[in-house]
């Protein structure tokens, strides 16, 4: 069945270091969510990508879906403190979504 | 103010007994769907709604119940069939039932089964 991996499980960064977790599909997705989880709360929606190739940025955080629409990225540029958090892609699977892993970002002041 | 809301936040149980986790959404979504995360882990599916009186079952859905009486309303039971219910229960909504729509999550009940 269709499965949503995600890498790395955990990374730890120094503050304005750069971040990035890839996501990984089984089968060709037809769109990726991403949200990202504080510490001691909730996911929260950050962004979808529908298109093949498609780039967004959102600030310091750049998201981008593969050409086959089978792999995604979510890069994040000179780290703060305030993202650390899991980020988590998902992706649909029939009639509901299926989660990655989640990466788990700290970072170091 | 719009949004999903769970009680309780926190919640103690015996083993050996059932107990109902709430969640209520006033967005007016149809889909509604419940999550198990485990310390350090990504989030496993339980059982999701597409529409009222009907659900179906996620990855993990041995150990659990559901209803859907109402639009707004989407209780979870862990059951004392539940083997290792200690984890953290997260609810959310979307729009509709099809992968694809945003997901909306409420802030979760942290289930202690002593």
Same mark, same amino acid.
């Given at each position: 069945g269709q499965q949503v991996m995600q890498i790395p499980q955990y990374q730890h960064v120094q503050e304005g270091e750069d971040f990035t977790t890839y996501c990984n599909s089984s089968t060709t997705l037809s769109n990726i969510q991403w949200y990202k989880q504080r510490p001691g709360g909730h996911p929260v929606f950050l962004i979808q990508l529908v298109k093949s190739g498609e780039v967004k940025k959102q600030k310091r955080l750049t998201f981008q879906f593969g050409e086959a629409k089978k792999n995604s990225s979510l890069h994040i540029t000179a780290?703060?403190?305030?993202?650390?958090g899991t980020y988590f892609c998902a992706g649909p699977k029939n009639n509901d979504m299926r989660f990655g892993a989640g990466t788990r970002l700290t970072v170091k002041p | 103010d719009g949004g999903i809301t769970q009680s309780p936040k926190y919640l103690f149980r015996k083993e050996g007994q059932n107990v109902t986790l709430s969640c209520e959404q006033n967005? $007016?979504?149809d889909a509604m769907y419940w999550y198990r995360q485990d310390p350090g882990q990504g989030l496993r599916l339980i059982y999701y709604s597409q529409i009222v009186n009907d659900f179906q079952k996620g990855d993990i859905a041995e150990g659990y119940s559901v209803s859907?009486?109402?639009?707004?309303s989407f209780p979870l039971t862990v059951t004392?069939?539940?083997? $290792?219910?200690t984890a953290f229960y997260l609810c959310a909504s979307s729009i509709s039932g099809p992968g694809g729509d945003t997901q909306y999550f409420g802030p979760g009940t942290r289930l202690t089964v002593l």
């Amino acid at each position: 069945g269709q499965q949503v991996m995600q890498i790395p499980q955990y990374q730890h960064v120094q503050e304005g270091e750069d971040f990035t977790t890839y996501c990984n599909s089984s089968t060709t997705l037809s769109n990726i969510q991403w949200y990202k989880q504080r510490p001691g709360g909730h996911p929260v929606f950050l962004i979808q990508l529908v298109k093949s190739g498609e780039v967004k940025k959102q600030k310091r955080l750049t998201f981008q879906f593969g050409e086959a629409k089978k792999n995604s990225s979510l890069h994040i540029t000179a780290t703060q403190t305030t993202d650390v958090g899991t980020y988590f892609c998902a992706g649909p699977k029939n009639n509901d979504m299926r989660f990655g892993a989640g990466t788990r970002l700290t970072v170091k002041p | 103010d719009g949004g999903i809301t769970q009680s309780p936040k926190y919640l103690f149980r015996k083993e050996g007994q059932n107990v109902t986790l709430s969640c209520e959404q006033n967005l $007016n979504h149809d889909a509604m769907y419940w999550y198990r995360q485990d310390p350090g882990q990504g989030l496993r599916l339980i059982y999701y709604s597409q529409i009222v009186n009907d659900f179906q079952k996620g990855d993990i859905a041995e150990g659990y119940s559901v209803s859907r009486e109402k639009k707004e309303s989407f209780p979870l039971t862990v059951t004392s069939a539940q083997k $290792n219910p200690t984890a953290f229960y997260l609810c959310a909504s979307s729009i509709s039932g099809p992968g694809g729509d945003t997901q909306y999550f409420g802030p979760g009940t942290r289930l202690t089964v002593l």
